[in-house]
């Protein structure tokens, strides 16, 4: 707003007569209040600011989450379609992302339970708000072992993906548990998941466990393990058969096919030998599996407003609950809207969700879940942890 003053001199006072006198004293008058009020309001601060706040206004932010490009992340790929004010990031390298978000370029990340874990240990303030895979990882062998045991290894070349890792700590425990002395009984070579899929097949290793899509990708869409598996369930044949030949029928891009053409020459020859999360329920007698990837949120965002975090981070579990219901009543459609996004073809992607157990957790199961887990693999977690816990505090 701009206002123009009259600065010209004016004669005496006593010079003015009758109307001039009378309208000259209303225009000082008048500017004299304009000039005040308007000292009254700060300089920054317009009319159309003052009295229309939500005009030219910055639209809200949105929270960004990054998660891993694996079949793992489609629950929150079809949560953060259902939120406006939630991002999915996907990444492909891990320690890129995990600095990214110690940096502060997202709110929330999704990665390995082990990986929070060290975070907190570290000093990292995080938080876990929920974890909802508890069953993705399967060894793999290019022998039969029906059953298995782990002593049937012993002679045989193992990989696992690094020294410490989560698959490691998980597969002494079960060694352990059959009386297998770890360093004697093995030969273990480290190679991660990529490396291990391509050592199969070309038979420089006899076994590896694996979490999928990667078993999918070496074993292929389904294996003697699986029509077991199946079975117990008491699965419907006819209608997966029906499923089946519906995905078939689908035409595939020169990926899938190149995909599939792999897949199909490996299978003779490799196979599921063993679930971990059934090897877990036979030795703890827990149907569940065990947490293994868990959604963290950075606390420093979460203490910057806490009522606005706590109602996001409710509505995005509660959306998380949901995605999980729709993937395990229909895998297919599910995995067609996440499957270009991972950029893994849907025939691998569909195989991998139905190998894979979903089970959320959060709040106080969460807590329980986690250090029971610890626990059993004879690394309880100390008092320290309590904080490491996200609380839905409404």
Known sequence: MTIFFDLTPHPPLHKWRGEDCKKNLQINFYQGLILGLLLLIPSQVTATDRFFPWKDAPPASRVMVYAPATPASLPLILAAEMLDDVEVKLFENHSQAHSLFLKGEAEMISTGLSVGIRLFRQG????????????????????EMDPFRFRDLQGMTLCLPFPGSPIEEVTQF??????????????????????????????????????????SQVVGHESKYDAIEHEKAGCDTAERNRAEHDRVKRSRTERDRAERHQVERNRS??????????????????????????????????????????????????????????????????????????GWSPDILNSAIRRMTFHFLKDRELKQAIQTYYSTLGKPLDASFDSFFYTDNP
């Open 269 to 342: 020859d490799i196979r599921i030998a063993v679930s971990y999360r059934s090897l877990w329920e036979k030795y703890t007698g827990d149907p569940n599996g065990y947490p293994q990837v868990g959604t963290f949120v950075n606390e420093k965002w979460l203490f910057s407003d806490p009522i606005q975090a706590n109602a996001l981070i409710r509505r995005l579990n509660q959306m998380v609950q949901s995605a999980i219901e729709t993937i395990e009543t229909s895998d297919q459609s599910a995995s067609e809207k996440g499957g270009e996004k991972m």
């Open 124 to 143: 990292v303030p995080v938080k876990i708000v929920n974890s909802y895979v508890s069953g993705l990882t399967y060894l793999v062998t290019t022998k």
């Open 174 to 215: 079960f060694a352990r548990r059959e009386g297998m002395a770890w360093h004697s009984a093995f030969q273990i070579e480290y190679v991660m998941f990529p490396g291990a899929v391509a050592m199969l097949r070309q038979g420089k290793i006899h076994a590896a466990v694996l979490p999928e899509p990667f078993v």
